[in-house]
């Protein structure tokens, strides 16, 4: 992406190991309630080296349904990271666009 910063190469291989650390159950941006103060993951982005819970880390699944990898995109809005990730794991295999958080709430 043109005039992209530096940092954003970093930041998109933690969306995508985000993923990956919890075995695609979620995209990067499913911690972010529960990583917020009085949530039950306060914190967590802080471990495993650099976590990301925000939008751009993207499960890739075949199409059998088997967790297969992750995608990781930064440098632009959230939401330009999350639609991209969405398509980039789509042009792989499935993915995750709608997911049901821990509380049973619908996240999108």
Aim: proline fraction near 3%; hydrophobic fraction near 35%.
């Amino acid at each position: 992406m043109d005039n992209a910063y530096l940092g954003s190469v970093d930041i998109s291989i933690k969306k995508a190991k985000t993923v990956t650390y919890f075995n695609g159950l979620f995209p990067s941006y499913g911690l972010l309630n529960r990583s917020q103060p009085g949530g039950d993951l306060f914190g967590i982005e802080q471990t495993n080296g650099g976590l990301v819970v925000f939008g751009g880390g993207q499960p890739i699944y075949d199409y059998e349904g088997y967790f297969i990898g992750a995608v990781g995109v930064s440098g632009g809005s959230v939401a330009q990271d999350t639609a991209t990730s969405v398509k980039a794991a789509q042009s792989i295999g499935m993915t995750l666009v709608n997911y049901t958080d821990a509380s049973g709430g619908v996240v999108q």
